[in-house]
C-alpha cells in the first residue's frame, strides 16, 4: 500500500464524517426539547415534542394484552393529523401492553413510549392489510404479488419521530416465522417499521422486538437517524434483519445494539430491473458505535438488492460478537447498479466465520426478465484498524468472471484464527483487485 494513499483516505474518512455529523445534528437541532403538556399519564420529556398531545387511553385504549387497540391507534393518529400544521401533535402510549394491527403515522409527529408500554403485534393476520409491493423490487420479497402492510407505517410524510423511554414495540413474529419456513404464506411479511417517501425521521431510545420481516425499513427516504435503539430477535428467525436504509440518502446510524436472525444492518437499493428502473440510490449513510450479534449473517450488509447503487458509506467503531462476517458486499449479474465508496474502520470481532465476505454470485431473482448483461460495478472499498479474533476464514471474496471487484484496500488488519485453524490466515480471493 502507498502511504500517501493511506494518509489521503484517512483524511477523506474523516472529513466526510464530520460533514455529515454536523448535518445530522443540525437536524436534531431543529427538534426543541420541551415539556410535553396535556397528558393524562405521567408526562415525558423527549425531543420533538408537540403543540398537541394525547394519551392512547383518549381514545379507547385498553392496555392489557388482549384486546385489540388498531382502532384507538388509528383515531389517535387521525386526530393528531390536523395539527400537522399548527405545531405537530404527540402520541402517549402509557403503561401497559398494547395489542394492535397495522396502523400509519402523520407528518410532524411523535409516537411516545413510556418505559413500561409494550406495543404488541396482533397475532391475527387479517389485523395487517395486503398492501402494494414496493416500486423498486416488482413483487413481494418473500412471494410474488403484494405485501402485508408494516405494524407502524407511513408514505409521504415530513418530521416523524418514534421514541420514549426505552418502551417496547413487539412484532410478535413466531407464527410468522413458523408459516414463512412451511412455505404457508401468500404475500411477504410485514416489517415492524415502515416509512417510505419520507424525510426527517428520527427513531430513538426504543426496544424493537420480534418483527415478522426486516425490523426498521425506511425506503425512498432521507434525512434519517436512527440512534441509541435496541433491536432483539431470535438468532434463528428468519429474516429479520435490524436497520435496512433502502435508496436512502443522508442516514445516522449509531448507538445501536442489534441480535438478529439476519444482517444488523443492511443498506439496499431495489431488485433487478425494478430497482434499475427506479434508480434511487441509497447513499451518504455514516453508521457508528454498533454493536451486532447475528450467528449466520454480518454485522453489515451492502446488497443484496442494490440495483439502484449503494455509494458513500461510512461506518466505524463496529463491533461484532458470534457473527458470520463483518461486512458483507452482496450481488449478482443481473443486479446492475454499484456499491463504490465504502469506507470501514476500527472494527473489533470476535468469533467470526469471515472478517471479509464479497460476493458476485448471490441471491435469487424477482422474475426471469432481469438482463443478464446488467452487471454490478463494486469498487472503492477500504477496510482499516480491524482487530478480530476466534476467526475460521479471514476473508472471502469471490467476484466473478464478469463481477470484478476492484479497489480493495485493507490496513491495519490483525487477525487471529480460532484453535484448529493451521497456519497464516485463510483467504479466499477470485476477481478482486487491490488498489
Given at each position: ?177 413458523k408459516k414463512y419456513r412451511a412455505g404457508k404464506l401468500n404475500h411477504t411479511r410485514g416489517h415492524l417499521i415502515e ?15 420480534n418483527s415478522p420481516f426486516w425490523t426498521v425499513h425506511p425506503v425512498y427516504s432521507s434525512n434519517i437517524i436512527v ?37 444488523c444492518i443492511a443498506i439496499k437499493s431495489g431488485w433487478d430491473e425494478y430497482g434499475i428502473a427506479f434508480h434511487t ?155
Amino acid at each position: 500500500m502507498e502511504p500517501k494513499r493511506n494518509l489521503r483516505q484517512a483524511f477523506r474518512f474523516q472529513s466526510t464524517n464530520s460533514i455529515w455529523v454536523l448535518l445530522m445534528l443540525g437536524l436534531l437541532s431543529s427538534l426543541k426539547v420541551v415539556q410535553c403538556k396535556g397528558l393524562r399519564s405521567p408526562k415525558p420529556t423527549t425531543v420533538g415534542c408537540r403543540a398537541h398531545n394525547v394519551s392512547l387511553m383518549d381514545f379507547g385504549g385498553i392496555g392489557d394484552g388482549i384486546t385489540l387497540n388498531t382502532e384507538a391507534f388509528r383515531s389517535a393518529v387521525a386526530y393528531l393529523n390536523q395539527f400537522s400544521s399548527d405545531g405537530g401533535g404527540l402520541l402517549y402510549v402509557p403503561a401497559g401492553r398494547w395489542v394492535t394491527g397495522s396502523f400509519n403515522l402523520t407528518s410532524r409527529f411523535t409516537l411516545f413510549l413510556h418505559k413500561d408500554a409494550v406495543i404488541l403485534g396482533s397475532p391475527d393476520m387479517n389485523d395487517w392489510p395486503i398492501i402494494d409491493p414496493l416500486p423498486s423490487y416488482g413483487r413481494g420479497r418473500d412471494a410474488p404479488g403484494g405485501r402485508y402492510s408494516p405494524l407502524i407505517f407511513g408514505s409521504n410524510l415530513t418530521d416523524v419521530v418514534i421514541t420514549g423511554d426505552n418502551g417496547t414495540i413487539d412484532g410478535q413474529g413466531g407464527p410468522w416465522w413458523k408459516k414463512y419456513r412451511a412455505g404457508k404464506l401468500n404475500h411477504t411479511r410485514g416489517h415492524l417499521i415502515e416509512l417510505m417517501f419520507s424525510n426527517r425521521i428520527l427513531i430513538s431510545k426504543v426496544t424493537l422486538m420480534n418483527s415478522p420481516f426486516w425490523t426498521v425499513h425506511p425506503v425512498y427516504s432521507s434525512n434519517i437517524i436512527v440512534s441509541g435503539i435496541t433491536i432483539l430477535a431470535p438468532v434463528n428467525s428468519a429474516n429479520t434483519d435490524g436497520i435496512d436504509p433502502d435508496s436512502c440518502s443522508n442516514v445516522l446510524i449509531e448507538d445501536c445494539y442489534i441480535v438478529s436472525g439476519d444482517d444488523c444492518i443492511a443498506i439496499k437499493s431495489g431488485w433487478d430491473e425494478y430497482g434499475i428502473a427506479f434508480h434511487t440510490p441509497s447513499r451518504h449513510i455514516l453508521i457508528r458505535r454498533l454493536t451486532c450479534i447475528s450467528p449466520t449473517s454480518a454485522a453489515i450488509a451492502l446488497g443484496s438488492e442494490m440495483s439502484g447503487g449503494i455509494q458513500d458509506v461510512r461506518a466505524e467503531s463496529i463491533h461484532a460478537i458470534d457473527t458470520e462476517s463483518a461486512v458483507r458486499i452482496k450481488s449478482s449479474v443481473g443486479r446492475g447498479g454499484y456499491v463504490r465508496d465504502v469506507y470501514v474502520r476500527r472494527m473489533k470481532l470476535k468469533t467470526m466465520k469471515y472478517v471479509f465476505w464479497m460476493t458476485g454470485d448471490y441471491g435469487n431473482h424477482p422474475d426471469n426478465h432481469y438482463d443478464p448483461n446488467a452487471v454490478p460495478v463494486i469498487e472503492g472499498i477500504s477496510y482499516s484498524d480491524v482487530t478480530a479474533k476466534n476467526v475460521t476464514i479471514a476473508g472471502q471474496m469471490q467476484g466473478t468472471r464478469k463481477v470484478v471487484f476492484k479497489g480493495l484496500c485493507l490496513s491495519n488488519v490483525k487477525i487471529r484464527m480460532a484453535k484448529g485453524v493451521k497456519g497464516r490466515p485463510a483467504w479466499n480471493c477470485t476477481a478482486s483487485r487491490a488498489r
